[in-house]
């Protein structure tokens, strides 16, 4: 089986992937997320004006963190901008059957435990069933948004998280313990939408944003 790497410059680069410009919100490349853990409540913000709740959702609005106008695509394709991540992972397989399971298996993950039970979600995983590590997955789902910032808040132990005006972003990078690449964990939670980007040598600076401007 061939290893799919990157140089190391390049996986480093991982490093901004999808949690860019925290607090501020920018598209920057960033080689370090700017947030911090806050054990704290959020501090008020405003939500996006014109904002209404879904039929389904139970929200306990939380001033910075409420924002509940999104959608969840229906498909994989139409989560991301069409042609920009091509030369990163949208070029490789999608949910091949070999990689994701025929039915497809979402594994579970911290958004697990605060998912609507009668909730929509979108599972995507890029990656060529030849290579040893190399992929990319995102996670989007209809979680409780009364349970879903406190629980990432106490449950991501050892993220950078930040509040961002409109969600709640948590990323942990570290170095891959059999592959000298870089991995990449980050979780976003606004309203009563939850995403999740797993990722491995595999270099997204702004992912993150491209697909929230997708949802919301």
């Known amino acids: 089986m061939r290893r799919m790497t ?6 480093i680069a991982i490093a901004a992937l999808a949690l860019t410009g925290c ?4 598209t920057g490349a960033d ?3 700017t947030g911090t853990t806050s054990a704290a409540a959020p501090s008020a913000s405003p939500t996006t004006p014109g904002s209404t709740p879904r039929p389904t959702s139970t929200i306990t609005p939380v001033p910075g963190v409420d924002d509940d106008a999104g959608r969840i695509p229906d498909s994989c394709e139409a989560l991301i901008t069409a042609g920009k991540w091509d030369s990163s992972f ?5 949910n091949d059957p070999t990689v994701v399971g025929d039915p497809v298996v979402v594994p579970k993950d911290e958004l697990t435990p605060v998912l609507q039970p009668d909730g929509k979600q979108l599972s995507c995983v890029w990656k060529d ?3 040893d590590i190399s992929f990319l997955s995102i996670r989007v789902a209809t979680v409780d948004s009364t349970k879903a910032y406190e629980h990432l808040k106490t449950a991501l ?3 950078d998280c930040s509040l961002d005006g409109y969600g709640y972003r948590c990323q942990k990078v570290t170095q891959n313990s059999q592959y000298p690449v870089t ?3 980050t979780y ?3 309203g009563d939408v939850g995403i999740h980007v797993q990722q491995s040598n595999t270099p997204t600076s702004g992912l993150l944003d491209d697909v929230i401007a997708h949802v919301f």
């Not at 990157?6 to 996986?11: D, E, I, L, R, Y």
């Open 157 to 159: 132990d050892g993220y």
């Open 188 to 190: 976003y939670t606004r």
């Open 183 to 185: 991995d990449g964990d």
């Open 129 to 131: 069933p030849r290579a």
């Open 31 to 33: 080689p370090a997320p």
């Open 6 to 11: 990157t140089t190391g410059t390049t996986a």
């Open 90 to 94: 949208a070029g490789s397989p999608l």
């Open 23 to 26: 607090a501020q919100g920018s």
